[in-house]
């Protein structure tokens, strides 16, 4: 092998290219990536600025504003919160921690694609579940786990499908996982869903010795600009990443903002208010000038292009981007014909099934 090879694995991984809007100088609706069409907190703006003057100096290393913050709001033990640069970096953590060359992770068909990538940079080997209908299987994923398997991955609810499992699957799909196996949840888009029979975890993190939930300031709280995510497990599971984590992962402006931004319950409830009002108004569109919507919970719905020998994503994807629109396609999910759309303001919301109608009419 070549001296500067990369390891196998590494080598498997497909760089992430977030979709760009060309730099023409147009006005770009960007419905590709998942964030918050309200922007973020003003109480977390006001907290970012107040924090510019402290940039010489490096962040607070133990995260305590921000870790106690998380604690009250959640009523959670603050000794068992752990931040991150963003959801995804302790994604990588726990990987790196608990798994390496030998070892199994599983993870369930469209799961969000971060856990594929944190699999192959560590080493160790992705074992992938079928699902059902754009839904979990949990007894698939308890029929592939093993020996070998040192961590399971879900993403509940799930991007990009948009759909989540109740709880009590949840508590199925722990109690079939080996003793040995760590069940990582990655409550991402929690905040969105309030189903009475779903929970982000933090019950079960509670009642087990194997359980990590994760979640994230992108969605809600619009901070996917400052990378802040933060996990909630185990003692143990919570020292290893601390052990591994860079001392000042999280900057200071972003620790600042993210502990401004879980005080501000006016701001969230207006986006929740927001996301209740479009989520169902655009699936309906979306339905009604020709395309299949799945079921969503989430922030953004999952869209399949109807089968035309003369039509097909690329070309609603080029029609879209000619009217200064942008989506997400998801062909890397194993579906080439669906697209992943965000809901955005009113008007953004409008515009978009004007230039769908344009094209599918």
């Given at each position: 092998m070549d001296l500067l090879s990369p390891r196998p694995g590494v080598v498997q991984?497909?760089?992430?290219?977030?979709?760009?809007?060309?730099?023409?100088?147009?006005r770009w609706i960007d419905l590709s990536l998942t964030q918050n069409p309200l922007g973020p907190s003003p109480a977390a703006l006001a907290a970012y600025r107040n924090a510019a003057g402290q940039i010489h100096r490096y962040p607070d290393w133990s995260q305590d504003s921000l870790r106690h913050a998380i604690a009250r709001r959640y009523a959670i033990d603050?000794?068992?919160?752990?931040?991150?640069?963003?959801?995804?970096?302790?994604?990588h953590l726990v990987t790196q921690?608990?798994?390496?060359?030998?070892?199994?992770?599983?993870?369930?068909?469209?799961?969000?694609?971060?856990?594929?990538?944190?699999?192959?940079?560590?080493?160790?080997?992705?074992?992938?579940?079928?699902?059902?209908?754009?839904?979990?299987d949990v007894q698939a994923m308890i029929?592939?786990?093993?020996?070998?398997?040192r961590?399971?991955?879900?993403?509940?609810?799930?991007?990009?499908?948009?759909?989540?499992?109740?709880?009590e699957y949840v508590q199925r799909l722990r109690a079939g996982l080996p003793p040995h196996t760590l069940l990582v949840l990655d409550s991402a888009y929690a905040d969105y869903c309030r189903r009475p029979d779903y929970s982000d975890g933090t019950e079960i993190v509670e009642t087990s010795d194997n359980v990590l939930m994760i979640r994230t300031f992108s969605k809600m709280h619009g901070l996917a600009g400052l990378r802040v995510g933060w996990g909630y497990g185990p003692a143990a599971v919570v020292e290893a990443v601390n052990a591994i984590r860079g001392a000042f992962n999280v900057a200071t402006p972003a620790q600042a903002a993210a502990t401004a931004a879980l005080g501000d319950a006016e701001h969230e409830e207006a986006t929740y208010a927001h996301n209740a009002e479009w989520l169902p108004w655009l699936s309906r569109e979306l339905e009604r000038v020709g395309l299949r919507v799945y079921p969503s919970v989430c922030n953004f719905v999952l869209a399949r292009v109807p089968t035309d020998p003369s039509l097909g994503v690329q070309a609603v994807i080029d029609h879209l981007a000619g009217r200064g629109i942008l989506v997400k396609p998801v062909a890397d999910y194993g579906l080439p014909d669906c697209l992943r759309i965000t809901v955005g303001r009113e008007e953004e919301n409008k515009l978009l099934v004007a230039a769908l109608a344009e094209i599918l009419g």
């Open positions: 991984i497909k760089p992430y290219r977030p979709t760009r809007p060309p730099k023409d100088g147009r603050v000794e068992r919160v752990v931040c991150t640069a963003g959801s995804e970096e302790l994604i921690a608990f798994a390496g060359p030998g070892d199994e992770v599983l993870c369930h068909e469209r799961g969000y694609r971060g856990f594929l990538k944190a699999i192959r940079a560590s080493g160790a080997t992705a074992v992938v579940a079928a699902e059902r209908d754009m839904v979990v029929d592939r786990a093993n020996e070998r398997t961590i399971c991955f879900l993403a509940n609810p799930n991007n990009p499908t948009g759909t989540y499992i109740p709880a």
